[in-house]
């Protein structure tokens, strides 16, 4: 029997809004909210409930009591499994059912907060607020961003021609450096020279599409040469998009706002599943997994949750962050923005209309 899905209904809805947004800000439009939100070669349809991922390494599954979203797209995530679960990690295929049955006897906190100790992303499908959206003050779904400024504005500065550097890498970040890139900005993609963009092995066409127009940077990011290239790229940049969890940039002695107060005008974006701030700050998260922390699934009359789209909030946060810092360059830069998956995903959730 085919359905509309109305988890699906509610992102296009707010990817559409961002879109708009995008042309009150004079940005060229690269497509619908539908088309974007469906573009990559793993979406299927939005008429299936699915405890799968429409890239096969993300399950909604039960806990002693409620539901989680356990994530494993990294072969390292497999050989955690003894130590997060007790389960023997697979040799050629994730253990799916010995992860269910293990998952069945624990409650939902339990697993995720022990999951995410090891680096693992897993989510828990959410009931109420929290202390993470407490602390970051995100509460309000209409605003799901936070903006600081933190460095010294400009006038007459615009994002044709302007200098970005991208760091970021898979969906969200790229989409929102594409939509620069259309703006007439000068792009150039950073990736470490040796944990290069991992979707580079993934659809290359989409890669490609994210990607045309821009330059790109090979550093090696283990050696303090390469660290100090980067310092020195990020000081002349009129925007920085990232996608780092804080303790990356802590390891490197890179500070935001720092960058942004030396460069007059600079916007500093960064993109990362839980956000910059506040106790999950370091938690790990995708697209798909972050969805389900914000609660952007689709329900059946029981209450058995599904998927919604293809890593849905990737997408969702890269058009609502090209808005976010296309106006920031309008207004004079001289700010940091901090974009969470899941709290875009809470915001497309519960229908809100983004108070700009």
Not at 134 to 149: E, F, M, S, Y
Not at 300 to 318: E, H, K, M, R
Not at 325 to 331: N, P, T
Request: overall charge negative.
């Amino acid at each position: 029997m085919s359905w509309a899905s109305s988890g699906w209904d509610l992102a296009v809805d707010f990817a559409d809004q961002a879109i708009d947004r995008h042309a009150a800000l004079g940005l060229p439009s690269i497509g619908t909210g539908a088309e974007l939100l469906s573009q990559r070669s793993t979406f299927t349809d939005v008429s299936s409930r699915r405890q799968v991922s429409m890239g096969g390494f993300c399950r909604l599954l039960r806990t002693a009591d409620g539901w989680c979203a356990v994530h494993l797209p990294r072969r390292d995530d497999l050989n955690l499994l003894p130590a997060w679960l007790g389960v023997d990690a697979g040799v050629d295929e994730i253990p799916w059912a010995a992860i269910a049955e293990a998952l069945s006897l624990r409650s939902a906190s339990e697993v995720v907060q022990t999951g995410q100790e090891l680096g693992l992303a897993v989510s828990i499908l959410p009931v109420d607020e929290d202390d993470q959206l407490r602390d970051r003050g995100t509460t309000n779904p209409a605003r799901p961003w936070i903006q600081r400024r933190v460095g010294t504005r400009l006038r007459d500065i615009s994002l044709d021609g302007a200098r970005v550097v991208d760091l970021s890498s898979l969906w969200a970040g790229p989409l929102c450096s594409r939509i620069l890139t259309e703006a007439g900005a000068k792009v150039v993609k950073v990736e470490s020279s040796t944990r290069p963009d991992a979707s580079r092995d993934g659809d290359r066409a989409f890669f490609d599409w994210l990607h045309a127009g821009q330059e790109f940077a090979s550093l090696p990011l283990e050696n303090q040469s390469g660290v100090a290239d980067l310092v020195a790229l990020l000081e002349q940049a009129d925007v920085v998009i990232e996608g780092s969890r804080p303790r990356a940039f802590d390891r490197l002695g890179i500070v935001p706002a720092e960058i942004v107060a030396k460069r007059p005008g600079a916007v500093w974006l960064s993109i990362t599943a839980y956000g910059r701030c506040g106790p999950w700050r370091d938690w790990a998260g995708f697209g798909d997994d972050a969805a389900v922390a914000g609660g952007l699934v689709d329900l059946d009359a029981a209450g058995v949750p599904s998927f919604v789209g293809d890593a849905v909030a990737d997408p969702l946060t890269g058009l609502l962050a090209a808005a976010v810092v296309a106006d920031a360059v309008g207004r004079g830069g001289g700010v940091t923005i901090d974009v969470a998956l899941r709290e875009v995903a809470r915001s497309a959730a519960a229908a809100a209309r983004v108070v700009w």
